[in-house]
């Protein structure tokens, strides 16, 4: 097949990349330009898409003999990515980008791309599984590195995106990567791995917020509605954040609080103690199935932020909405975060987050949908 | 890879004459710094010396006034810092420098280097839609407060669309308020007459590369008259002004590129014009509405250069096409600057008045003395599956397509 290798300039996207010529595809590199204004060199694990990514990129194609392009989708990310980060703080959710960028981004306008221009398929270093089944289906499972697995942020794919992808790494535990790319000669073999928000370079995701909406002053509120201290801008609270509430009084008892609530409509933060976190009804929006879309309810294991742990649940699909009911209650679930569906290591699909309640009673200020 | 492509971007490099590769391996192979006064060192200086002497001939220079250099970002940077500096060391008020808009980085992002550290007022000269910059936009500019003005430059002829400036012309008013000009004739050298002394300028920057000669070096030609605070300092070997132990071999490999470019320059533009023509022509005819940019005339190699064929193809992105091209054997460029291995939309286009949009479906071909017919077909033959893949890339890719 032709392949477009996504390579990053990073460890991984090379030795896909290798693995995809050695499978014998037909390989072009293309390394997505996503900065409107890139640095020039890269600073620690922060930060994406430098000029010295590009070239390091570039290096590893000319090793392994393959051509090499940077294809400009820096409009194309800040308005689907990067904007809708903006649009979902504002509102009072919490984004996962990754999921956002592989949504519309990498497995959308650049497949779209690709398809265009005579390839047939992206492959990345994502570590996840594909899995072919006999009728020629796909199935995307886990990776075997499960601390690596990042299945989570390609819950988003469908079952035709899902047919036009790679990701040759899912077999693969990283330290064996890193081993590979320097038996491959590969000098990006020890180069750091990214972590964090590739477009918030310092990792100041409340500072960086604050530049793009300025100063929002507002109270922030215990479940009774007292206010308990103030805030510069509910957009920057997340549903189970515990740091920086910076509360004048102490609650009685003493304990810890946490946000429990954003409101944008009020400008308001919502804080209580930490049993009220516990959620265990899920109402998810956006669903996107990898595969067919389970009928009736269905038992699952449901993750709700990467790298988080999964939860035993049961699961009813209705249309665009889904239902997870989740075996015990989970801490910190956030309106705008994604909740993947697993089947053993198999993912069955994901949704949106619109709402995270507890079965028993909640004391008033039920987390409003988004 | 591809055993046999079709190479179509002459304006980015060309591929060495073999009498050029010869004349430089043999001087390889000999020992000799040119500074050096034993018997070693005296044939290394007299390799430099004759290379000088034909460089001047053929510029119609004289051999003192051809500075070597390691190419023409180079030469650019020398002329202009070197000219402003003593310029204004002469004189404080002399900050204005004045500039076309459709200059090669190595000229604009100088100015704007010495704008944003040095003082100096950039005063851009604005072009008309084939790229041309007018005599009296020079005047205008420079009438407006003669004793400001450190230097003028103006590039001979353009590096992505071709279009040949008046040169003498704008050389002759600037002489007339006895303004030093400089010309960046990269791009012109070999294939449109060039003439310094009868030019009227003070300063033109010349390349290696461009006319068969090896990379890496070039040279600034500069009025014996002409005074250049040094960018770089050290042995001082060219004329106290550029300092670094002269690269013999490549020079050698330079002046014979030289010699060969002049001897063969009538003919060889007049087979060019003709490649060029049938080229644009050709990705007319092809049914895409294909526009061709600048000051094109069939059969006129004064007013473009010879070599340059300048496209623009709708609801393309030009990078789109440059790689279709070149998965199809078809090696050209966009013309404009990269960002990181991004083509960005041309400042060329864009002072000629094209809207960015349009600017990005920018493809150049430019030919040289290896072009020949088949090229030209194996362009023509390509196109149509490349344009029509690159529209469908677009409208894929197409910001306005979210959620």
């Known amino acids: 097949m032709r392949v477009v290798a996504a390579m990053s300039g990073g460890v991984d996207s090379a030795v896909a990349a290798a693995r995809l010529v050695e499978a014998g595809h037909e390989v072009v590199g293309v390394h997505l330009a996503l900065s409107q204004n890139p640095a020039t060199l890269r600073e620690s694990a922060r930060g994406c898409c430098t000029i010295e990514d590009a070239s390091d990129a570039r290096r590893v194609a000319d090793m392994i003999g393959i051509p090499f392009y940077v294809w400009d989708m820096a409009a194309r990310f800040r308005t689907d990515v990067v904007q809708d980060f903006i649009a979902e703080y504002a509102a009072g959710r919490t984004p996962n980008p990754c999921l956002r960028c592989n949504e519309k981004i990498k497995f959308a306008a650049l497949l779209d791309k690709a398809r265009a221009l005579g390839f047939d398929a992206v492959g990345t270093g994502h570590y996840a599984q594909i899995v072919e089944l006999p009728s020629g289906a796909r199935e995307l499972h886990r990776a075997v590195d499960m601390g690596k697995d990042q299945s989570y942020v390609l819950g988003v794919l469908n079952a035709d995106q899902l047919a036009r992808s790679f990701f040759p790494l899912g077999d693969t535990t990283k330290p064996r990567v890193r081993a590979e790319a320097a038996a491959r000669g590969f000098f990006v073999a020890a180069k750091p791995d990214s972590h964090d928000i590739c477009f918030i370079p310092d990792g100041d995701t409340r500072k960086w917020l604050t530049e793009r909406l300025g100063e929002q002053p507002g109270d922030i509120v215990d479940v009774h509605g007292t206010t308990v201290g103030q805030h510069r801008g509910a957009y920057a609270f997340t549903v189970g954040q515990r740091r920086g509430l910076r509360l004048g009084q102490p609650a009685v008892g003493g304990e810890p609080r946490y946000v429990v609530e954003v409101q944008p409509g009020a400008n308001t933060v919502v804080v209580a103690a930490g049993e009220l976190l516990g959620v265990d009804v899920i109402t998810g929006t956006h669903a996107r199935w990898c595969g067919p879309a389970p009928e009736g309810v269905v038992s699952v294991g449901a ?13 009813w699909a209705d249309g665009e909405q889904v239902e997870v009911h989740l075996q015990r209650p989970v801490r910190g679930v956030a309106p705008g975060q994604c909740v993947v569906l697993y089947d053993g290591t198999r993912v069955v699909g994901s949704a949106t987050i619109a709402r995270a309640t507890a079965n028993r009673a909640v004391a008033s200020g039920s987390p409003a949908a988004g | 890879m591809l055993d046999s492509f079709v190479y179509l971007d002459h304006g980015a490099t060309t591929p060495m004459l073999p009498e050029a590769i010869e004349a430089m391996t043999a001087q390889m192979a000999t020992v000799g710094n040119a500074s050096s006064l034993h018997t070693s060192g005296r044939l290394g200086r007299r390799v430099v010396e004759e290379s000088r002497e034909t460089i001047a001939q053929a510029m119609g220079a004289r051999p003192s ?14 002329a202009i810092k070197g000219t402003f500096w003593a310029r204004r060391d002469a004189d404080p008020r002399r900050v204005r420098i004045l500039v076309s808009v459709v200059e090669h980085h190595a000229v604009m992002d100088c100015v704007d280097f010495l704008q944003a550290h040095e003082g100096a007022k950039v005063i851009w000269l604005e072009v008309d839609e084939v790229g041309r910059v007018h005599p009296e936009t020079v005047r205008a ?15 001979w002829a353009n590096n992505e669309v071709g279009t040949v400036q008046p040169i003498a012309e704008i050389a002759a008013i600037c002489r007339e308020f006895a303004i030093p000009v400089h010309s960046d ?9 060039v003439d310094f002394t009868g030019s009227g300028l003070d300063l033109l920057s010349i390349s290696g590369h461009k006319i068969g000669g090896p990379q890496g070096v070039g040279a600034l030609l500069a009025r014996r008259d002409a005074t250049l605070v040094p960018l770089t300092h050290g042995g001082g070997q060219e004329r106290q002004v550029r300092s670094g132990s002269l690269d013999v071999p490549a020079i050698r490999g330079f002046a014979v590129a030289m010699r060969h470019a002049m001897a063969n320059r009538v003919v060889g533009t007049q087979r060019l014009i003709t490649l060029r023509d049938t080229l644009i022509r050709g990705a007319q005819d092809a049914g895409f509405g294909v526009q061709v940019t600048g000051d094109w005339q069939p059969g006129d190699g004064i007013g473009r250069l010879p070599g340059n064929a300048h496209l623009l193809v709708p609801g393309c992105d030009g990078d789109s096409l440059l790689y279709l091209l070149d998965a199809a054997g078809v090696q050209c460029s966009t013309g404009s600057a990269c960002q990181a291995g991004v083509p960005q939309p041309s400042h060329v286009l864009l002072a000629m008045g094209m809207s960015e949009q349009k600017a990005r479906g920018a493809l150049r071909l430019t030919l040289g003395h290896t072009s020949t017919t088949a090229d030209v077909d194996a362009f023509l033959a390509a196109l149509p599956a490349a344009v029509e893949r690159a529209q469908r890339a677009q409208v894929a890719t197409s910001t306005t397509q979210t959620r």
Not at chain 2, 65 to 72: A, H, P, Q, R, W
Not at chain 2, 144 to 154: E, K, R
Not at chain 2, 185 to 193: H, K, R, S, T
Request: aromatic letters at 2%; zero cysteines.
């Open chain 2, 65 to 78: 006034e051809v500075l070597f250099t390691s190419g023409g970002t180079e030469s650019d940077n020398l």
């Open chain 1, 303 to 315: 993750q709700v932020r990467a790298h988080g742990e999964e939860i035993p649940a049961t699961a």
């Open chain 2, 185 to 193: 004739a990269v791009q012109a050298v070999g294939q449109v007459e």
């Open chain 2, 141 to 155: 500019a420079i009438e407006n407060d003669p004793d400001t003005v450190a230097l003028v430059s103006v590039m």
